[in-house]
């Protein structure tokens, strides 16, 4: 059995580092900000389960004086493992549907440290105390899925709202998982302490649930890496490309209406992409030359942008 548990925390650290890999290449290649926060969830995730490692290690040379020491140091490690994966999750659903307001995006990560900061205060020996501790993974977990549920059900934009239906299963698969790892903690420290060993300092603070969600997250990212490279190394974007022109069919709704671009602009700004410049727009739409300046002018006025590459690279990082 402890050798079950120490390849399959291997397995999980590999994971990680892989799947966080392959998410920081994507960024490197395309900027979409939702593969940096993937990557980095993964790096604290494989952090985390470093520390389990650590809880081993140590318990063979602590002497049993220092173990109080030794718990709050490793319970304030946990809070920024922790506190690295779930607000790394929340930034990711907040880019996902493009959500910008600061006070939101930091709100729930100044939260969490500061709630689990403070449930450190209570007496740590107490199998109650360390559930109230680390159940500030999952609440965080919740809002942030909850958080998306919301935005689903209040958007009034159908291209957004077709485009978060296409994640339903995905949605609620980690619903599942999330209580799941919820109620394994519940479990250990509240239902069967003494066989789930909260009451020891060396105890394996893990959650198979937990990992098991972590494990469906680094699955769901790298078949969206491998999608992404796909589109730009396997099948370039380029005019001729119908699955290019379906994938910018497909977000061009969604970008349009994110910046209130016209329909008229979002004609203009599908023929960029295309990479056509001002002359053949006009031909294409069969308006004069300084007509279709002008639509490009209003498109990167709207979207914030000095240029044509600046914008088509800030298209393509839209998920």
Sequence with gaps: MELFQFYSMLVVQLVSVLAGAGCLSVYLVSRRRGFLYAFWAFLFYFLDATLIFQD???????DVSDEGIYLVARSVASVVSGGG??????LLACDFVGEKRKALLYAPAVLFVTASLAALLLDQAQPANRFVFYSMRALLFFWTLGFLGVRYFA??????????RRFRVFYVILWLAGLAFFAEDAYFFLIDPANG?????FSAERNYSEEALMLICAAAACTSAYRALSLRYEQPPVREDERVESLI?????LYGSRHKLSKREQEVLRLILLGTDNQNIASTMGVAPSTAKVHVHNILRKTGHANRQDLIQDFWSTW
């Design 197 to 201: 060993g909260a009451l020891s300092l």
């Design 155 to 164: 958007t009034t934009d159908a291209a957004e709202r077709q485009r978060m």
């Design 249 to 253: 069919d497909g977000n061009l709704a």
């Design 56 to 62: 081993a290690f140590v318990a063979t040379m602590m």
């Design 85 to 90: 994966v779930f607000v790394s999750l929340w």
